[in-house]
């Protein structure tokens, strides 16, 4: 596998970010972020069978050392959310530029 290392440079600001939705994980606070850097969750509801995509903003980091993938919920609003947590969606998480077939 090969990763591609972020610079400085591509860090964006996360605007619209509620704090609260940071600070109410189920692992507690975070110890730290870094930028989605173009990685994105396929999203499936399960009762429904609906797919859809939503671009990772942020990864972050736990104290237990989980990396979550937070999303925009509602840009309007600025919620968010963290959808590999919803026992209600199943996620694919990947990298468009990843070759097909290899797990990150």
Known sequence: MRYRCMTVTEAQPLTHCSPYDLTSHPE??????????????????????????ERVIA????????????????????????PTLDPELRCRVYHPA???????
């Open 28 to 53: 507690g606070p975070p110890v730290g972020a870094a930028p989605g850097d173009g990685w994105l969750v396929e999203i499936t509801r399960k009762h429904t069978g609906l797919t859809w995509t």
């Open 59 to 82: 990864w972050v980091l736990q104290r237990g050392g989980t990396a979550m993938p937070l999303c925009l919920e509602d840009s309007s609003a600025g919620a968010t959310f963290f």
């Open 98 to 104: 990843a070759p097909q077939g290899e797990a990150p």
